[in-house]
């Protein structure tokens, strides 16, 4: 409209609503990567939120800007500002004074004098012996005067900010019947009383003294709790020469009537209350000036702040989310920038959940089975990309349920479980409908006899176990990465091309386990001695029996000669070199599975000769092939020699 100005600016209401929405996709990618070369689960998903999405602008930005604060904070000025003030304004009252008595030519002036004289050292000693001095001076007087009133106006207003104007004015009535009802109110709350009502009165007597507006008791007791635990932080931070006097200097300040019992009880009754805060810790602070009790105070408070900050922005303890993290304290410490980076953190993470990405367990965030089947297409697909066409499938020339489809069809009865022909099935539907007396009509419904079922070729299929050195050699030695590859490749190989097939992952150390998709991909090195390969063929065995009908196929990776066998008793025996015991029992496992029909083929990493000799033997016994792939290549020759070795007996 005409007349109407306008003017641009930076955006400053929160996180840009011009920028690119972040590629969730690309996150779980990138975490794929670092798992497949084999660093572990939680790291990747942990680093993804603490290096943050884009310009690492995460959580390890977030806690250095804290720490830098605070070390900021612990350079502002000296505890004992209070101390040092007094001292300065006592010398001032006394040259005020000398000054005026210097002018004077009586007796009683001279008097005065010595007894200035002869003044303790200590400044809290000096004020005490002054309180009943006939000041010559006014001047004097009055700085002498301000020495405690001021020191009285800072420790209060430290504790209620809404408290200065009374201060000023003097009048202490109202404050001392406000502590009494709050300490009435604090008391009621920490039996348990329900203190709804009463909190409401409260507030409605004495709101003006607490401008922060806490909408409960319990926002109430954490502002008062924080203010408290600060002062007492700063007695806890002075020498024991430095508490003494401002301890003493607090005492006179306050006086003898009800405000200093009242102070006392309250600060007992928040320390009841909020017993988890830092009460008790000092700080060592220094810088160019001294600050006064209040300052001092609320620099103590802004690093018990910045402190619990740090500690929520770590996310060290079991469970830990970043809605744990106070984005109103993040904002109140290091800005409105942080606070949107974190909330973009949040989003993140929630995005991630949201989509199915990532899941929650007693342990933090994990990866989900969906991700999982994306990290293994992965590792599939850049291990192994020419895996094309029916390569490695013993074809049978029937209809079934699993298998491709070979272009016919066939008319639906009850039992089959054949994929549906949909194309088809519409077709005799519409066909049958042209027929009828309704052509016409919509919808087209379909009956029982219209429906078609797609003919597939069955195919053979396999029990295979891969059983994976899980020992810390393969970690040292650069394999751990490709192993975990191998595995969640062939896993995803077997889960969509081969359905049929039992596939079953089992990993060796001292002992030999069972291992998941998800198990697998988080699993990390431990220094724990042991090749336990006798306990992996003994559970590949009884998986293979499980499965009578299916071509029985172990594969082996690993890179040392077995050192650990199972005695009678299920304990694990290690030693190295490997004792004859532990030879012979993982011979007996390979002779059983070569009386079964498997074929073992073992995939050797290293160039270990007692590994060699060993496996050149037990490929002899089993009638197995033995490679030695570079770690690279692993993955390769593993994925080839199954689709290779499922062909089996079936073959022939």
Known sequence: MPGNVFRYGAWRD??????????????????????????????????????????????????????????????????????????????????????????????????????????????????????????????????????????????VAQRFAGMKQALQEGDLSDVSAMLDDLNDLLGRHARGEDTTD????????????????????????????????????????????QREELEQLMRQALGDGPLRGQLAQLTDNLRTLRPNLNWGRGERMRGPGDLGYGDAASALGEIADLDELIEQLGQDHPGATLDDVDVEAVERQLGRGAADDLRRLRELERELRRQGWVQRDADGLTLSPKALRRLGRTALSAIFKDIAGRRGEHDMRDAGAAGDLIGSSRR???????????????????????????????????????????????????????????????????????????????????????????????????????????????????????TNLQHALKIAGRHLRRHPGAEPVVLVVTDGEPTAHLEEDGEAVFWWPPLPETVQATVREVDQLTRYGATLNVFMLGEDDGLRRFVGAIAQRNGGRVFSPDAADLGRYVIDDYVRARRGRHSH
């Open 412 to 530: 639906w009865e009850f039992g089959d479980d054949q994929p549906l022909d949909v194309v088809r099935t519409i077709g005799n539907a519409v066909r049958r409908r042209a027929a009828s007396a309704f052509a016409a009509t919509l919808p087209v419904r379909l009956e029982p006899e219209d429906f078609e079922i797609a003919e597939t070729e069955r195919r053979a299929s396999a029990a295979v176990a891969l059983c994976v050195d899980l020992s810390y050699s393969m970690y040292a030695d650069g394999r751990w990465g490709p192993m975990k590859q191998t595995a969640l490749a062939l896993s995803h190989l077997v889960a969509t091309r081969f359905p049929q097939d039992a596939l079953q992952i089992v990993g060796f150390g001292r002992y030999a386990q069972t291992l998941s998709q998800g198990e697998l991909a988080a699993i990390e090195p431990t220094i724990e001695k042991g």
């Open 198 to 241: 009463a909190f409401r009165d409260f507030m409605e007597r004495h709101g003006r003294f607490f401008p922060d507006g806490p909408r409960n008791v319990d926002e109430l007791i954490d502002s008062l709790a924080r203010q408290a635990a600060a002062a007492e932080r700063l007695m806890r931070s002075l020498s024991p020469q």
């Open 14 to 155: 929160g996180p840009d609503p011009l920028a690119p929405p972040y590629d969730v996709r690309a996150a779980v990618d990138a975490m794929g990567e670092r798992v497949l070369r084999g660093d572990s689960l939680r790291d990747a998903l942990r680093d993804l939120i603490r290096r943050g999405p884009r310009d690492g602008r995460g959580l390890d930005s977030l806690m250095d800007r804290a720490r830098r604060l605070r070390r900021e904070t612990l350079r502002r000025g000296n505890l004992d500002g209070a101390v040092t003030r007094a001292r300065q304004m006592l010398d001032q009252a006394l040259a005020a004074e000398r000054d005026a008595l210097a002018a004077r030519r009586d007796d009683d002036a001279r008097f005065h004098e010595a007894m200035l004289d002869s003044l303790p050292a200590s400044v809290s000693q000096a004020v005490s012996e002054l309180s009943g001095y006939d000041w010559t001076s006014d001047d004097a007087r009055q700085i002498y005067q301000q020495i405690l009133a001021g020191l009285r106006q800072e420790v």
